[in-house]
């Protein structure tokens, strides 16, 4: 496994999200035995990236990455995030004050079974705490060992840009693939202009780019993606084209569609480490397979001339891009 740099965090270019072992997704929660097969054999094939929260579950997707590590923490970057729960009731709530950064870190450490978070996210950005405050609790950490580093999730660039100043961002991660290509436009170049790393999420479009989901009646009522608008309706019809055109690249590739959107990804350049999510091993093996896969220059092309996805990412927007 190739790997690459997150601000001074070296991880494996190819990292592993565990967000769906444990909610928002079909069958989330079912198979916790499955889930941690999944993060051993990422270890065993070179994952040296796992990203956690929280607020997924809430809570038990730390502890389930905690004990699936064991005693290989220590070899492996382990990323987390705060700032959208209330402890209290464990409903939603945005809150980046110094107060909660300091009571979320040590529950955070606590559940993962850690002395040290590798990679602390602020999870979505909070418009009553200025970001100054936050980050001077972030350094705070930092200087007292807690945490190596920090990042914003879904942060805008005049946010990034003040966060900087007060101390450097690792890294900042947001949602970006073949279907989600927005951040090409300010974000990424401001991530190169500052030397910060960009750590996408849902590469492969919360699997619809793997061409598996063609119609929601696969996905169970409580699955997040039933409710999300690119999944819905017209948008659905219209977004299968771009999987369409995935799979014919990955057929002239001799590979699948995941291993063409996530090698799509890495070819964007270095300090650059997409974390796709899954439960399985098999998936994560297919995943894997990306690294080795270099595409040609018209197959680039093809790729980087796919249409926009119909539909917003989400079905409410107003909490992202502060």
């Known amino acids: ?29 079912s198979d916790e035995a499955e889930s941690i097969r999944t993060i051993r054999r990422a270890l065993e094939l070179g994952i040296a ?39 209290e009731t464990n409903e939603r709530r945005l809150d980046g004050s110094p107060a909660n950064v300091r009571f979320s870190v040590e529950g955070s450490l606590s559940r993962l079974g850690t002395d040290h978070i590798d990679l602390y996210y602020q999870h979505r950005m909070d418009p009553g705490t200025p970001i100054e405050d936050t980050v001077g609790a972030l350094a705070e950490l930092i200087a007292e060992g807690k945490i190596r580093g920090y990042g914003l999730s879904e942060a805008a660039p ?27 436009a300010e974000l990424i170049p401001l991530l190169r202009e ?4 960009f750590v996408p999420y849902s590469p492969l479009g919360r699997g619809f780019l793997t061409g598996a989901i063609r119609s929601l009646e696969s996905l169970e009522p409580s699955d997040f993606r039933r409710g999300n608008p690119r999944f819905e ?24 569609p995941a291993q063409v959107a996530l090698a799509w990804i890495l070819a964007q350049g270095e300090g650059i480490a997409p974390i796709p999510g899954t439960k399985r091993v098999s998936r994560l093996e297919e995943n ?3 690294d080795a896969l270099v595409l040609s220059a018209e197959q680039l092309a093809t790729l980087n001339q796919l249409p926009a996805a119909a539909g917003d990412r989400y079905a409410d927007m107003t909490p992202l891009n502060r």
């Not at 929260?53 to 705060?82: C, H, M, Q, W």
């Not at 500052?194 to 790393?197: E, P, W």
């Not at 948008?235 to 990955?250: F, G, K, P, Y």
């Open 1 to 29: 496994m190739k790997h690459t740099t997150l601000g001074t965090l070296d991880v494996s270019r190819l990292g592993l999200g565990t967000m769906g072992m444990s909610a928002f997704y079909s069958g989330a929660g």
């Open 49 to 87: 990236f796992f990203d956690t929260a929280e607020i997924y579950g809430p809570y038990v997707n730390e502890e389930l990455l905690g004990r699936a590590l064991g005693a290989d923490r220590a070899s492996v970057v382990v990323a987390t995030k705060f700032g959208t729960i209330d402890h």
């Open 158 to 184: 005049a946010t990034i840009r003040r966060a900087h100043a007060v101390h450097p961002v690792s890294a900042v991660q947001t949602e970006y693939s073949l279907w989600s290509r927005d951040p090409e």
């Open 194 to 197: 500052l030397g910060i790393g």
């Open 233 to 256: 309706g017209e948008n659905l019809t219209r977004n299968l084209a771009i999987v369409d055109a995935v799979e014919s690249v990955a057929r002239d590739a001799a590979a699948t």
């Open 288 to 290: 894997v397979g990306a």
